[in-house]
């Protein structure tokens, strides 16, 4: 009888992680002004890389992933502006089981790092550190 539950259970695992999941979503936006760039320099756990840079008002660094099922996904990211930057955790994953499109937005403006969590309010998350 366990046998039998210990298969039905792997069975509806399987099922279950096989199911289309959306991409998790890390966006970066400028909103320093006019003239100031913000550097993004970002690394997974299972060592992916992004790197850009983001004029105000323009197109984003934007990061698309997949959470690894029974593995955490984390992103750690430098950005930088001028002679301040901050070096954070932008994402932390679930486990064992994935979390399917999750978004994080991230917005420089010149008293921090904003985040917005899944289209939630705006809170400031992060503050410059001073080179």
């Not at 890390?26 to 993004?40: E, M």
């Not at 070096?87 to 978004?103: D, M, V």
Request: contains cysteine; proline residues 4%.
């Amino acid at each position: 009888m366990n046998r039998l539950i210990a298969f039905l259970l792997i069975i509806a695992l399987s099922f279950g992680l096989n199911e289309a999941c959306e991409d998790c979503t890390i966006i970066f936006r400028n909103a320093l002004g006019p003239g100031t760039l913000l550097k993004v320099n970002c690394e997974s756990n299972s060592k992916n890389r992004v790197t850009g840079t983001v004029k105000f008002k323009s197109m984003p660094v934007r990061i698309n992933f997949r959470e690894a099922a029974f593995e955490r996904t984390t992103w750690h990211c430098l950005v930088q502006q001028g002679k301040s930057f901050q070096y954070f955790r932008a994402y932390r994953g679930s486990a064992p089981i994935p979390r399917c499109g999750e978004l994080r937005v991230y917005i420089a403006k010149f008293d921090g790092i904003y985040l917005s969590a899944n289209a939630g309010p705006e809170k400031l998350d992060q503050r410059w550190t001073k080179n």
